[in-house]
């Protein structure tokens, strides 16, 4: 008995080309290699970004603040580094809310989603598949308030992250 059932596994398992709807893994895409089109990082990264400067400050390092148009105080850019025309990080936080003051996310088209789209424009060759990449992985669109997630794109120098939280970056990647 035992034996024709070894004998006729193979065959079920040709019927269903081995794979059963349980056991069949998803497969997880690559994340894509930008080609960034800066050579040092500058004020040339936020260009066309819908901000307000709201500080600078000039310790060991150089640092400018922006404020996102739109959205309240806790929605920032800060440039960052020796001197601002070659600058280290680009850093920020953007995070919608609906009327009751709920995290919503970028939705498409929307400010976060915006900003955060032309930034990568300015700085890597492909935005919008990169953008979408970072956006969907990071959990940021759909939202799912509670849950976690964090994407990053790199290529040689220089890397963009994105988290769950709207925090984000443009760094090179020795700092």
């Known amino acids: 008995m035992k034996r024709l059932l070894l004998l006729a ?9 081995g794979n059963s709807d349980s056991t069949q893994q998803t497969e997880i895409p690559a ?4 080609v960034f089109k800066v050579k040092h990082i500058d004020t040339t990264a936020i260009e066309g970004l819908a901000l307000t400067p709201s500080g ?25 580094g020796k001197n601002l025309s070659d600058l280290e ?10 009327s009751s003051a709920q995290k919503t996310g970028w939705p498409a088209n929307g400010i976060c989603h915006t900003l955060f789209a032309r930034l990568v424009g300015n ?5 919008p598949a990169l953008t ?28 963009i992250e994105a988290d769950s939280e709207g925090m984000f970056f443009f760094r090179r990647r020795h700092y």
């Open 9 to 17: 596994l193979p065959a079920l398992l040709a019927g269903c080309d």
């Open 31 to 34: 994340a894509p290699k930008p």
């Open 56 to 80: 600078s400050s000039h310790d060991a390092k150089e640092q400018a603040s922006y404020q996102i148009n739109g959205l309240g105080n806790d929605n920032y850019i800060v440039l960052s």
């Open 89 to 98: 990080t680009v850093r920020g936080k953007c995070m919608e809310t609906d």
């Open 123 to 127: 700085v890597a060759e492909d935005a």
């Open 132 to 159: 979408a990449y970072l956006i969907e992985h990071a959990g940021l669109q759909p939202y799912q308030s509670g849950k976690s997630g964090y994407a990053a794109v790199q290529n040689g120098r220089y890397i």
